[in-house]
């Protein structure tokens, strides 16, 4: 089985700084990564996956994410951050068999501020 | 624009009430999910659908009953329900049950359990 561990349920910003939300995971089998954002009043919606191959992921909205299996993380950046970009953000894992289902962590609530 | 429709998108009931929710999906998805999204806590997986076959049924007490009639639209019956039943109740698709594939989510019923 696999978790997930948000340390940060809060993560406040200035617009324009960088921000990095953090993720760590737990498996004793190789993974599938993701990152999935939920905006007020709406369902969630993908940013960006890890599956296999090179372990810096680029996602939508100018997000990135580095896998690091020896650490076992899979931390969220943007170097520059949006008004808009305030919403919760989820990681989540499952073994890469394909088969097994998504495990999401409690989230991050991104504030960004004027 | 979601491709995933769900209503009612706020739902008010006693404990002694029947109801349903509604998922709809335009995607041409085969795989349907319910997830159970409650304050603090991680999203929890309810039930799974893939070819109109239910493929994950997650501890969930019978007095959540799913029904998928076909891959484009799922519902999820509710009776005799718990105040700590009250959440967001998300609606998924994908194209298949594989855990790579994106998932497209609804923008949720809020469900509110007197």
């Known amino acids: 089985a696999q978790s997930v561990t948000q340390l940060d349920s809060q993560v406040p910003v200035f617009e324009e700084a960088p921000v990095e939300l953090r993720c760590n995971y737990s498996?004793?089998?190789?993974?599938?990564l993701f990152w999935y954002v939920q905006y007020p009043n709406q369902g969630l919606q993908l940013l960006l996956k890890?599956?296999?191959?090179?372990?810096l992921v680029k996602g939508i909205n100018g997000f990135e994410a580095e896998f690091n299996k020896s650490q076992t993380s899979f931390h969220l950046r943007k170097p520059s951050v949006h008004i808009s970009d305030t919403a919760e953000y989820f990681c989540?894992?499952?073994?890469?068999?394909?088969?097994?289902?998504?495990?999401f962590g409690k989230g991050t609530m991104l504030l960004v501020s004027p | 624009e979601t491709g995933v429709t769900q209503t009612p998108r706020h739902l008010v009931m006693g404990m002694t009430n029947k109801k349903s929710l509604k998922c709809e999906q335009h995607?041409?998805?085969?795989?349907m999910y319910w997830y159970k999204q409650s304050a603090k806590k991680p999203l929890e997986l309810m039930f799974v659908?893939?070819?109109?076959?239910?493929?994950e049924n997650n501890s969930v007490p019978s007095r959540f009953s799913p029904e998928c009639p076909n891959s484009s639209h799922l519902f999820l019956h509710l009776h005799t329900l718990q105040p700590e039943d009250s959440a967001l109740y998300l609606c998924?698709?994908?194209?298949?049950?594989?855990?790579?594939?994106?998932?497209?989510f609804g923008p949720g019923t809020r469900l509110t359990v007197l």
């Open positions: 998924a698709s994908s194209l298949s049950s594989n855990s790579y594939n994106e998932q497209f």
């Open positions: 498996s004793s089998v190789s993974v599938y």
């Open positions: 890890y599956l296999s191959g090179s372990t």
């Open positions: 989540a894992v499952s073994d890469n068999s394909g088969y097994s289902t998504l495990t």
């Open positions: 995607l041409g998805h085969n795989a």
């Open positions: 659908y893939n070819f109109k076959e239910q493929t």
